[in-house]
């Protein structure tokens, strides 16, 4: 019988990719507004160059942006990107079906834990702009449980929660980080088709599929039969 | 003659004592809305001590306030109250009369300027925040003239904008930063009676003092002839 239900968050819960791409483009654009002479496209191909050579948790993406483009005088452009783009990540919002969802599942009665890959701060810091911080039982991130997303991450949850692996399913948009390691720790596991990965990774070895959250409870209650 | 006016940003152009008050306000709220337990005041108490010993453009303030609180699992905490604080940072606005006196001073010729204390993205910041960045001649910065509001910082300008001292007016609320410096720079000057040092720096070496930006243009005239 399932008794805990463990969920990712980026694309699981809100657009992340969405949120993401509108965040960068904001960018750009915020500094061809102060002055930046270069086009909105040539910018962002620009940028996304360096967020695949840094990763997307790098800081200073926007001063290596116009050191690269040979910028004199960077304040002022670097001060316009990084400004609209926290303020476009600052705004992110669920998807319409999760809060009505993560709330039913409360009041039936199951554990609901966040189970997510990243820095913790920034993490939670999603959760609470999310207005969803409430509902969660415990949240668990890689960076404090010193795992990212293995088999071992989720064993160290089911040890934190004392659950067993067929006592708990896991939900989320990644076969890689998701799906299979979760079923490696002997979870279940229920794949979102949401954001970027519903089209990259399109075989899956999860127990159900689905859309959307309001299919969460029912199927759910099938698993645990 | 005057030509140029130079302008200070903080307390200045913008409430920025009230916006920085109401910044920690509302971080330590946003902590105690996510469950920390303690009291608003008691919490503002401990992060002002933090303010005084490490200044105000520390980073980790709240990592620090956690820590001294003994927090265990303070990632949610930090995440609440560094969320809440900068938005309130985000939302900064002009004093009322700012933006119509700029504009005002512009059209009849003279050339206006920032002279600001501080790192330059984060200046740059609050004045496109502000909606005011783009009425500016120049933006300096002391942290990329390499020297603190001094006579020096101001000598610096005059070489920059190629004026002389009699040719500017510093307007600005410090009388240790903006008025006595720019005046051993050869400037005129003119205190703004704004913000926390309108209380504490009561004498003035100013040739005039105002109150809000509408004595600005009639006064500068008067110091011209």
């Given at each position: 019988m399932i008794n805990n239900i463990l969920f990712d968050i980026d694309d699981t819960l809100f657009p992340s990719s969405e949120f993401a791409?509108?965040?960068?483009?904001?960018?750009?654009?915020?500094?061809?507004?102060?002055?930046?002479?270069?086009?909105?496209?040539?910018?962002?191909?620009?940028?996304?160059?360096?967020?695949?050579?840094?990763?997307?948790?790098?800081?200073?993406?926007?001063?290596?942006?116009?050191?690269?483009?040979?910028?004199?005088?960077?304040?002022?452009?670097?001060?316009?990107?990084?400004?609209?783009?926290?303020?476009?990540?600052?705004?992110?919002?669920?998807?319409?079906?999760?809060?009505?969802?993560?709330?039913?599942?409360?009041?039936?009665?199951?554990?609901?834990?966040?189970?997510?890959?990243?820095?913790?701060?920034?993490?939670?810091?999603?959760?609470?702009?999310?207005g969803v911080s409430q509902y969660f039982d415990g949240v668990f991130v890689s960076e404090e449980l010193k795992s990212g997303k293995s088999p071992e991450f989720y064993k160290k949850i089911l040890k934190k929660i004392k659950a067993k692996g067929n006592g708990c399913v896991m939900i989320g948009d990644r076969e890689d980080a998701d799906i299979l390691p979760a079923k490696k720790a002997g979870m279940h596991a229920i794949r979102v088709l949401r954001g970027k990965y519903s089209k990259t990774q399109r075989t899956s070895r999860a127990d159900a599929k689905i859309k959307d959250f309001r299919k969460l409870p029912p199927t759910v209650l099938k698993l645990s039969r």
């Open positions: 791409a509108l965040a960068r483009r904001n960018a750009v654009r915020a500094m061809i507004r102060v002055g930046f002479d270069a086009g909105e496209e040539e910018l962002l191909r620009e940028l996304h160059k360096i967020i695949e050579e840094k990763g997307s948790n790098y800081d200073i993406h926007f001063d290596l942006l116009l050191k690269r483009l040979d910028t004199r005088n960077p304040a002022k452009f670097i001060a316009a990107a990084v400004g609209a783009y926290h303020d476009t990540k600052a705004s992110i919002q669920p998807f319409p079906d999760v809060p009505t969802v993560l709330l039913e599942l409360r009041e039936v009665g199951y554990k609901i834990y966040v189970a997510s890959n990243g820095i913790a701060v920034k993490q939670w810091d999603k959760l609470i702009r999310l």
